[in-house]
């Protein structure tokens, strides 16, 4: 059967129309919006004020490549005039009609939001098909990938649309980080068919682990499953599911999904985006990001506070540097309508990115340091199938952060990769206070050391693992203690888990309370291995640093990593500049981002005011003069030197994002 088969006569008219303006795939587009709902049974007036004209307008303002528009939320209930069911009973207006009949016309790619595992609805009807908490008793939101609902409703559901609304792919939400452990009859049958066992392990048991991977292991299933019976159906159908494969999912993608997706949100919403950006980017699948468009946070007891202009721009740019696609999420009204100043901010934001589109989209990265991301370790010492981890990722977070703020052009490397990835082309691998990376890996990384890279291992944990095998010697067990490093101005406050040491180089002390006359205990030692270097630092920085962001802990750390690395661009500016270098045809793109103002906290939900700094000193190392140099997307040619084999240029004035491109 055909696609073209699948579609009511009523809608040949719009596949018909779009095949004079194509849309791109997935791969193809850089910024786009997403609108969900959730549709309740408590709706009254869903889609009554969405028109032609409206989605017209909002079309025109922002021209995105692609819309993710509202299918069905969490609640279970669908938002369009269903077949299958269950439809929302307030549906007035047939809002995916509409907005597809409006995108097809413009070339615009239609996707919806449909939500996977938690389904409320879905169990409430069928309660067997629920997920099962350790007591037994059946969850009210989530359904077993054991069981049946995948086939009975949720791909059914999903063809009904595609089929419905011609459309072009599907972003699956309350996917990875909905599902947990189960103990449902489906589940304890797959168990003892895989096992033997017939109990089902809970936490603290000898098999806890084991459980959690066969968990993981069906989730697998699941999402391949729904994948390829789509693509099976809907060859062109594209399919992603929320967070797969990012570091809330840090495997090795296997699995056929068209391209992956995440929301972040929260406070301090630019450092999510910083990690998850660079994660994401090592993946070599299509990627983008998406910004919530309004905040609301913990603290907040308000509700929505939309964010302004300036404040997408910002996350948006931390994105963009990675070479990502970015995409914001907005709700209309719970009739579908949009506010048109809600529309202007968006169209404000879009410009900001497609200014910038030809020095970002389809870049590759030319970072010298990396910050290890372990799956091994959340896998093996948590309990949660899928993040997010909490403080157990905190730590590379923190890292990548200190490093960021010290102007150094940072990757964030999965371990999966580390055999497979050209490692070799950092001068510097960070190992943050991981506790279970496993020997493997400590391995492949003291073999590197010994090519010449240099490991900055921190951690009490990873003390015991690199240090003995780097003639470094353990003293006592770890300690929980308050204690002080040296800083710029003031002592640095890295209360934690320590481990003292003795042998290597001894680089810098810490102190036991605010005397750093009294004597030091070893902070931080250095061991030549082969061509290489460890530097262990048996403390808790990347923690430390995580949570307060304090100036003292980013000094240390920039004492640490200044002396061994030789980075392509030196920067001169505040710690608040951002650098990313990135490369396309033979032109190379060095991104300074300005986070100053940045939003951290609940009580201050939204910016609209970002300070222009400037100016920003750099200097390039390259091998040959360019034959120009320019700041984009202003388009102004800036004046440079050539000085001992780097470039010297200055950026006067830094508002939130501009590119230095060399071309020759």
């Not at 499953?225 to 494969?245: C, G, I, T």
């Not at 202009?309 to 910002?314: G, R, T, V």
């Not at 999966?416 to 990376?437: F, L, N, S």
Request: charged share 20%.
């Amino acid at each position: 059967m055909t696609r073209r088969e699948f579609l009511p006569a009523s809608l040949l008219s719009w596949a018909v129309s779009a095949q004079h303006k194509p849309r791109l795939r997935r791969s193809e587009s850089f910024f786009g919006f997403h609108f969900d709902l959730h549709p309740s049974e408590e709706d009254t007036a869903l889609g009554r004020d969405v028109t032609e004209e409206m989605v017209d307008r909002l079309l025109s303002r922002t021209k995105p490549d692609y819309v993710q528009y509202d299918s069905k939320g969490h609640v279970g209930w669908l938002g369009w005039p269903s077949k299958v069911g269950p439809s929302a009973p307030g549906i007035v207006k047939d809002s995916l009609a509409i907005w597809r009949k409006v995108t097809a016309r413009r070339g615009v790619s239609l996707y919806i939001h449909f939500s996977g595992v938690w389904d409320s609805e879905a169990v409430r009807r069928h309660p067997a098909w629920a997920r099962r908490a350790p007591d037994g008793k059946p969850e009210t939101r989530q359904t077993s990938v054991f069981g049946p609902y995948v086939d009975q409703l949720m791909i059914p559901q999903l063809r009904e649309a595609a089929t419905k609304y011609d459309l072009d792919g599907v972003w699956v939400d309350g996917d990875c980080w909905a599902t947990y452990p189960d103990y449902s009859p489906m589940a304890a049958e797959a168990w003892k068919k895989a096992t033997g066992k017939t109990i089902l392990p809970v936490k603290g048991d000898a098999d806890w682990l084991e459980f959690l991977e066969f968990n993981r292991a069906q989730f697998r299933r699941y999402v391949k499953h729904y994948a390829d019976e789509l693509h099976h159906s809907h060859p062109k159908f594209q399919v992603a599911s929320n967070w797969l494969y990012s570091t809330l999912v840090p495997e090795e993608p296997t699995i056929l999904v068209d391209f992956l997706s995440g929301d972040y949100l929260g406070n301090a919403a630019i450092s999510n985006a910083r990690l998850e950006g660079r994660y994401l980017a090592q993946t070599g699948k299509p990627w983008d990001l998406m910004a919530w468009g309004f905040q609301q946070a913990d603290s907040n007891a308000i509700g929505h506070v939309h964010k302004p202009a300036a404040q997408l721009q910002q996350e948006a740019a931390v994105v963009l540097a990675q070479g990502g696609g970015f995409q914001i999420y907005y709700q209309p009204s719970r009739s579908g309508y949009f506010e048109q100043s809600h529309i202007e901010v968006m169209g404000k934001v879009a410009d900001f990115c497609r200014t910038r589109q030809p020095y970002c989209q389809n870049t590759l990265g030319l970072a010298n340091i990396a910050v290890l991301f372990s799956k091994e370790s959340l896998y093996s010492t948590t309990d949660r199938l899928f993040g997010g981890w909490g403080r157990a990722s905190s730590p590379a977070s923190g890292w990548l952060d200190a490093l960021v703020a010290n102007q150094y052009a940072v990757d964030v490397l999965p371990d999966w990769k580390i055999q497979r990835d050209a490692v070799t082309r950092y001068q510097m691998v960070v190992v943050p206070e991981w506790t279970g990376i496993g020997a493997g890996t400590r391995d492949l990384l003291l073999d590197l050391a010994k090519d010449g890279l240099k490991l900055v291992v921190s951690g009490a944990q990873n003390a015991a693992l690199f240090g003995p095998p780097a003639g470094i010697q353990l003293e006592d067990s770890p300690e929980q203690v308050e204690t002080y490093l040296a800083g710029g101005e003031v002592l640095a406050n890295v209360k934690g888990l320590w481990q003292k040491l003795r042998g290597g180089e001894p680089l810098e002390n810490r102190y036991l309370g605010y005397d750093s006359t009294k004597p030091g205990i070893t902070a931080a030692v250095s061991a030549s291995v082969g061509r290489g270097e460890v530097l262990l630092i048996p403390g808790p920085i990347g923690g430390v640093y995580k949570a307060t962001h304090a100036p003292a802990v980013r000094q240390f750390v920039e004492r640490m990593v200044a002396p061994r690395v030789d980075p392509l661009v030196r920067v001169q500016s505040p710690p608040t500049v951002e650098v990313s270098v990135r490369s396309k045809g033979g032109a190379t793109f060095i991104h300074l981002l300005n986070s100053t103002g940045m939003q951290v906290a609940g009580d201050y939900s939204a910016i609209d005011f970002v300070p222009t700094i400037g100016p920003v000193q750099l200097a390039v190392k390259l091998p040959a003069r360019p034959a120009k140099v320019t700041l984009q997307p202003e388009g102004r040619a800036l004046p440079f030197d050539m000085k001992d084999g780097r470039l010297m240029t200055a950026v006067d004035s830094l508002h939130i994002h501009s590119i230095v491109a060399l071309t020759n």
